[in-house]
């Protein structure tokens, strides 16, 4: 913009002619307004370099980003706690496999428990399907983790254990899987074998009875171990079912709605699903319930071991740990 004086000043002396301002002063006056003379090729290339050299600078880069320096620092600091974390846990469990393992010996695992102040009547885990495993390994696998568990609940003498595998292929197999887990406590108990019974709802249950030396003995070691197999389709739409049975009944007249009560639903929940275990074990490393019965769930204990993977036995045990600690509140 230009300055009013200066205006003025040139106006002045082009009226009288260019006669009132020197030339020396007209030029003096002009080239403030006036565009900057080209620059020679090596001044060009001076300048860019410096402009480059902005641009490229620390604190204009610090200027621009800034959130992005923010991230980077607190993602890194954030990974190398993860990574420490995971490297403890993994050599604390590696310690405490060598200190606390089963053996397959029902006393080795009776004795690791038979202190705790109170044991699970009934104890519940969650089994993951391994779907990308071929040649039907993860069917294996999984029937092995069940059979393993059913094991060291007969050692501790737990006597009743519910395994929920969200897909329901478990319950698809059940001849499988009694078969298996009556092998593995043959395998564990040897001619003392508890008896067992597997069954789903809508299914039909297998029994096994005991064997005739742990029929007859007489100490106070489990006789007969039930195991219930759970999926999906036995959490919420067991709810939906039972409300649409209700509000039918209700609407025909057999049923007043004064008579549908949590103390109803619970009951028949627990006759056609299952009642509330005690504690529920988590063998993954987040707590993730994957559409686990809600309402068999309410008062459950839940326990899990961070950065752990897969099914072991320092997880039961730990859970079991856990489990004789904690205060029983319910909602006090």
Known sequence: MFKPRD??????????????LTPEERIRLLKPYLPSPPLHPSEQASKRAMEEQQRLGVRRFLKTHWHLLVFTIIHALFSLYIRIRQAYHQVFNKVSSIYHHHHRAPDLIYNDVKDLRRLPNHLSVILTLDEDARGGTGLAKLIEEASDIAAWCASARIPQLS??????????YLPRVHRSMTQKLAAYFGPNTPGIGIRAPHCPSMETAPTLAASRSENDGIKHLSVMILSAEDGRDSIVDLTKTLADMSQRGKISTSDITIELVDAELSESVMGEPDLLLLFGPRVELVGYPPWQVRLTEISHVQDN??????VFYRGLLKYAGAQMRWGR
């Open 309 to 314: 993977e897969g099914v072991n036995y320092q």
């Open 7 to 20: 205006i003025e000043a040139y106006r002045r002396d082009e009226k009288l002619g260019h006669k009132m």
């Open 163 to 172: 395994i929920y595998e969200k897909t329901g292929t478990l319950k698809g």
